[in-house]
């Protein structure tokens, strides 16, 4: 198992056959509510973050392979758990309201606290996130949702980079951030006993 501390990594060679996905910025100086949003069409995916919309376009087949990869292995273990998961598209409110409404959808998320789910999605942060990078989400993703995550309770963020094949793990109650990449097994801090291989990761078979 190669389980790196350091983020300091170096990278493996790019897959030559990645797919880019482009996700545009709303382009608007003013800022949208919740009730905004609602109103917006269903055949459009948006993010809104601190008021500002976030175009989210549909994710290419390798990027869904990872998440029904994760998602499969997600379900299987909390199966009879009181933890649920669930994966995007799924509204996660986690500031509506007050002048800077946030809503989310990340790629897959596990709730444990089911007081925070309703019937439109979830009033509340996760206690697990996990998304799945693009070359236009990536700095979105390790940035501005990473800062949203941990101001609003999420406990482990899943951060899985199909192009270099790593997974990093922040644990953002304590600031502890672990690298996996290789043949490494990639393990949860918080879900006890889950653990899934690199290799079954990334599977593309």
Request: aromatic share 10%; charged share 30%; hydrophobic share 35%.
């Amino acid at each position: 198992m190669n389980k790196d501390k350091n983020i300091e990594y170096e990278l493996p060679e790019q897959k030559v056959w990645e797919v880019r996905e482009p996700s545009a910025e709303y382009k608007v100086e003013q800022k949208f509510t919740y009730e905004d949003y609602c109103t917006w069409s269903d055949d459009e995916r948006w993010e809104l973050i601190d008021g500002k919309a976030f175009r989210m376009e549909a994710p290419n087949r390798y990027h869904q392979k990872i998440s029904m990869n994760l998602a499969g292995e997600l379900y299987l273990h909390l199966k009879g758990n009181k933890c649920e998961v669930y994966a995007a598209p799924f509204d996660v409110r986690l500031n509506v309201g007050e002048g800077s409404d946030t809503v989310v959808q990340p790629d897959i998320m596990v709730f444990c606290d089911r007081e925070v789910l309703d019937e439109i999605g979830a009033k509340g942060a996760p206690d697990l996130v996990i998304e799945i990078l693009s070359p236009s989400t990536r700095d979105k993703d390790c940035t501005v949702k990473l800062k949203k995550y941990k101001q609003h309770g999420v406990k482990e963020y899943w951060v899985v980079d199909p192009l270099y094949e790593i997974v990093t793990i922040y644990l953002l109650e304590i600031d502890d951030v672990t690298t996996y990449l290789d043949n490494s097994v990639v393990d949860s801090t918080i879900l006890q006993g889950f653990a899934i291989s690199q290799k079954d990761v990334f599977a593309d078979d």
